[in-house]
């Protein structure tokens, strides 16, 4: 593994053509070169542009693809002439998850923008994306948003999660957009039925330096997500009860078992 260091990013090149970059506000973009064209996933939301980085690591024609429509994830997407978001984010993006993603403008201090989503090119099914030589797969993972998805590339054997499950802190469904326990619990479940085949896979999250070692709670896995199914149904049986959380103005119900955890409030369950 080779890191690189950018003025305002960290690049590890995780193996041939497949290379992470973590911005200093926690956030993480991922990029994959296939032999024709090259993948981006999420951007990041530092100051700056993002896109002089990416090609400073691939000549190839370059695609980004969101994980879900948060800011922290697609801050940069403006920079981009082709951009993919599954049809259920593009479709709550007002008023729910533009009132979120400039929250989080405000929140991490950087200058608020327009997303013209409208232009975005929505995922639907089971999309795949042919890089050449690879091509990466899509999963729906709703809860966190309703158009969250997980992507697959089976050459470097590698899952890109977003925050679906969390990055090994915590899920958060405590704001607006986000499901119910009782539609999250169905969400996981068939998200675990379709990662079956890619247990053994590495996963990487949208927010890498929470699962990295030192600074892990727990690691992103596909156990993490098991977890999470039976944590889900133990809050749905009132098996477990919350420990109270505050959060700015906010109170929020902190559930945990085992490596998963979520955030939620009252009314979501
Ligand atoms: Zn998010």
Redesign the pocket.
Known sequence: MKTMNNKDYEIEELAPGLFAIDDDKGNSTYLIEGSEKALVIDTGMMGGKIIPVISSLTGKPIELAL??A?G??MYHAGEFKTVYLHEADIAAWRPALCL?THA?ELMFGVSMKRYNTKSFIPITGSFEFDLGGNTIKTILAKG??PG?CVFVDEKHEAVFM??AVGSGLSV?LWFPGCSNIHEYKESVESLLKKLEPYKKYKFFG?HRKQTREGEANYPLDFGLVNDMYTLCRKILNHDIAPKKQKFSFFTIDVYSFNAATIWTRDKQI
């Open positions: 994980t879900h948060h922290d994830h979120v989080g966190h948003t969250s977003g925050d958060w949208g």
